[in-house]
């Protein structure tokens, strides 16, 4: 049998191994459970996307030479009613900034024209050259000018300050003696032609 020395010590030491039993659940319930954050999806912010723009060339418009004849030969396209010449020569005089055209000449060489009445054939021939001079000059636009003066019709392209090409259409306005001694007007068509035309 235990004396009574034994059985206090195996109370002392149930006691203390009580307290250490309590102190440890006391300590494992106070001991904060930790936290599970839920997991979130942020979406990331959209990227801007750089496209190229094309470049684009911009031609500039051609200006002629100022204070300058041009010169050049002619050849028939398209033949007239009634008139008709073997060859010919265009020249126009541009201003002094190249924006107009001041002046135009044309020769017809070999020219032939036929006037036909109820009565009599009347025809004119021989080599002609005619100026025409403009009170208002011909603007050249984005390197084009169109002329229509006096029954003469002219397109023009400049390619270079120096360089030209179009058509020109000539119609003039003859007078003839018709019997008895009779002045008569009429009009000679001498078609259509296109002409090339540089810096003299």
Not at 23 to 42: K, R, V
Not at 56 to 73: M, S
Not at 87 to 113: H, N, P, R, W
Request: some cysteine; glycine content about 6%.
């Amino acid at each position: 049998m235990l004396n009574k020395r034994t059985m206090i010590y195996v109370c002392v030491f149930s006691i203390v191994m009580v307290s250490i039993a309590c102190s440890t659940l006391s300590t494992l319930s106070s001991t904060p459970t930790p936290e599970i954050l839920a997991a979130t999806n942020t979406p990331l912010p959209p990227t801007a996307t750089l496209t190229p723009i094309p470049l684009t060339a911009t031609l500039l418009p051609i200006i002629a030479q100022g204070n300058a004849t041009f010169l050049g030969q002619m050849e028939n396209s398209k033949d007239g009613d009634n008139a008709s010449a073997v060859k010919g020569e265009i020249e126009f005089v541009t201003s002094a900034d190249g924006t107009s055209i001041e002046s135009l000449s044309y020769s017809l060489v070999e020219g032939k024209c036929t006037y036909v009445s109820d009565s009599s054939t009347t025809t004119i021939t021989g080599s002609s050259k005619s100026t025409l001079y403009f009170n208002k000059p011909f603007a050249i636009t984005d390197g084009k000018f169109s002329i229509d003066f006096m029954g003469i019709r002219v397109k023009g392209t400049l390619h270079s300050p120096s360089e030209a090409s179009g058509e020109i259409t000539i119609t003039t306005e003859e007078t003839i003696q018709v019997p008895p001694s009779v002045p008569k007007k009429f009009t000679c068509d001498y078609g259509t032609w296109i002409w090339d035309a540089r810096v003299e």
